[in-house]
């Protein structure tokens, strides 16, 4: 289990907590994004793209990488992920992050680079020669974060760590940390009551 770094973040931590158990656990049977089973799915999308709860998302999020990465966090100018799932978080981040002593830009990046006008893969803040973070949902294997990891590097980004919501307890953690990253995470199965699949 984790905790935000003041009463006030963790009762934001709390909160989503509860909004994720009441509006974001779906029980059947599931197939993840990385080919596995599951009996239960945590969709974030629900929440992260949610009115009442993307503010505090944005404030959490915000937090844990500040804390998580200590002196290194004053490096990182910029958050974002592999679109779809990151966009939201990286908003909010932003948005969060604004009335701070070090606000950061967001970027997304695509699944493949566009074929026409300048053929970027990597949009928004300019990420080159840059500390970055990226952000994700949930995590299963990792292989969303490790692929927007890539594409960073081939645009001259340094990512320096993943941050996820949920932490779905099924490797992303080592396959972050074996390729040289932190791994962040906000919420993990325990905070929520469930177990790992």
């Known amino acids: 289990m984790t905790a935000s770094s003041t009463p006030e973040l963790e009762a934001d931590r709390q909160a989503l907590i509860a ?9 059947g049977d599931f197939t993840l994004s990385s080919g596995k089973k599951a009996s239960y799915y945590v969709d ?11 503010p505090a998302i944005g404030r959490i999020m915000l937090d844990l990488v500040r804390t998580g990465l200590g002196t290194d966090a004053d490096t ?3 958050v974002g992920g592999l679109t779809l ?3 939201p978080i990286a ?16 970027f997304v990046v695509r699944k493949e680079p566009k074929d026409h006008g300048r053929g970027r893969q990597v949009e928004g803040a300019d990420v080159v020669g840059k500390r970055v973070v990226v952000l994700e949902d949930t995590s299963t294997t990792g292989q969303s974060a490790l692929k927007a990891v890539e594409a960073l590097r ?10 996820v919501i949920v ?9 972050i940390e074996d390729a040289g990253l932190t791994w962040l995470a906000a919420i993990d199965l325990d905070d ?6």
């Open 44 to 54: 974030m999308r629900k929440l992260t793209l949610d009115h009442r709860a993307a």
């Open 167 to 175: 932490d779905r307890k099924t490797g992303a953690q080592q396959a």
């Open 85 to 87: 799932g990151a966009d």
């Open 154 to 163: 081939r645009e001259g980004a340094e990512p320096i760590a993943v941050a």
């Open 76 to 78: 990182v100018v910029a």
């Open 192 to 197: 929520l009551g469930l177990a790992p699949q």
């Open 19 to 27: 909004l994720i158990g009441a509006e974001a656990v779906f029980h």
């Open 91 to 106: 908003n909010a981040v932003m948005h969060a992050s604004v009335d701070t002593d070090h606000p950061l830009d967001a």
